[in-house]
């Protein structure tokens, strides 16, 4: 039976990020990187995506942005009872497919990289046992980087996330204003919210799923699906799981690029000093796990368009102090939910 040290299965963001980051921190583990997907499939699937990345996110990372469709400079909202924010918003619109592969250039030579689905997972003793579309796999660890659906979360977790939304995603032919990223909120997207983002000369487009109608134009349309409220990113000492596939995907923004990215790192800094028990405490002292963006989430969506007009009216002028110390003064539900949308400003994407 074939043995590695470490077999990362999903070559995602948080897979890709994590093999890098570990081949770098110790070049002696013998690390195994699989996906189920290749070529055309790995790309639509990863196409699939907003791909709206903070600024913030890369300079957390210390990684230069790259593979860059457009630069957003404002972020648009617009709330029932026509209500409008503009807010400076500092990102980018990834080509993701593109960013994957430079990722995976990075890697080639230092880690081993396949397409093979993972089919289940066993313990055997002190090791996991992978059963995989390539033959069985003995590893000392395994890192769950695959996903809404995550199979190392069905086979070595108890835990599921709370909710999977689905989402439908649509390209469509026609220019979006450029640097804005626009986001429309209202009872009809059901906790959720409608966006149109920039992609190259084209716009990307999307909402839950039977929330919206089919575009006009459309070049590309897809689902895919949106984990939320997460799960023990350490079910096991030998068992790390990220992003997606812990559901660390904001439930207010339902941004989970930068997430998937940061856990990845602090996935591999944790291996690399030979303690996985960090990767949990960094995750329980972290700013993206703040509970009150679920409860937040859980209160808002049962709001109208009434009662979001209401909660918004105070923010007409930005999400200033102002607006915020006003929705402080009023209490209630609206209170938490205003602390927790100023906290997902930091922490959303
Ligand atoms: C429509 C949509 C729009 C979004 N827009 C944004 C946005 O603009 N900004 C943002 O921050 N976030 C956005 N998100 C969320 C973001 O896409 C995810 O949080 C992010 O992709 C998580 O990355 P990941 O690497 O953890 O998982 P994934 O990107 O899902 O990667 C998982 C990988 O694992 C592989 N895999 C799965 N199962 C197996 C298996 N059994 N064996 C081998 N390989 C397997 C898959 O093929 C895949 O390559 C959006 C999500 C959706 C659905």
């Known amino acids: 039976m074939r043995s590695v040290n470490i077999l990362v299965v999903g070559a995602g963001l948080s897979g890709s990020m994590f093999a890098r980051e570990l081949s770098r921190l110790d070049p002696n583990l013998d690390i195994l990187l699989v996906d189920r997907l290749a070529d055309g499939r790995f790309d639509r699937y990863h ?29 648009r909202e617009k709330w029932p009872g026509d209500i409008v924010i503009e807010e ?26 396949e397409q093979s689905s993972l089919h289940s997972l066993r313990k055997e003793g002190a090791a996991i046992i992978a059963d995989t579309s390539s033959g069985a796999i003995r590893c000392s660890k395994v890192i769950g980087a695959d996903g809404a659906f995550s199979t190392v979360r069905k086979h070595l977790s108890s835990q599921r996330p709370r ?14 204003e450029e640097g804005v990223i626009e986001f429309t909120y209202g009872q009809r997207y059901d906790g959720g919210y ?15 799923r039977g ?21 023990d990113p350490l079910p096991m000492s030998d068992v790390l799981l990220l992003g997606d596939a812990a559901a660390m995907v904001n439930p207010l923004s339902f941004g989970g690029i930068r997430v998937a990215m940061l856990s990845a790192q602090k996935a591999a800094q944790a291996i ?11 995750w329980n002292g972290s700013g993206f796990n703040n509970g009150s963006f ?40 609206g209170r938490m939910v205003a602390k927790a949308f100023m906290q997902s400003f930091r922490y959303g994407w």
């Open 47 to 75: 196409r699939i995506c907003g791909e709206a990345v903070s600024d913030r996110a890369f300079k957390e990372l210390s990684m230069e942005p790259r593979n860059v469709r457009n630069r957003i400079v404002r972020a």
């Open 88 to 113: 400076k918003a500092e990102g980018y619109i990834l080509d993701r497919p593109a960013f994957l592969h430079s990722l995976h250039d990075d890697i080639d030579g230092k880690v081993d990289f």
């Open 163 to 176: 909710r999977t939304i689905a989402v439908k995603q649509f390209v469509v032919d026609e220019p979006s």
């Open 194 to 208: 409608s966006w149109r983002f920039p992609c190259g000369g084209m716009s990307n487009l999307g909402f839950p």
């Open 211 to 231: 929330c919206g109608d089919t575009p006009a134009n459309v070049v590309e349309e897809n689902a895919r699906y949106i984990p939320i409220g997460h799960v």
């Open 272 to 282: 690399a000093d030979g303690d996985t028990s960090l990767y949990r405490r960094w």
């Open 294 to 333: 679920w409860d937040a989430y859980m209160v808002s969506k049962g709001w109208d368009d009434q009662r979001m007009t209401r909660f918004m009216e105070d923010f007409r002028g930005g999400y200033g102090i102002s607006g915020l110390a006003k929705a402080m003064l009023r209490g209630g539900e």
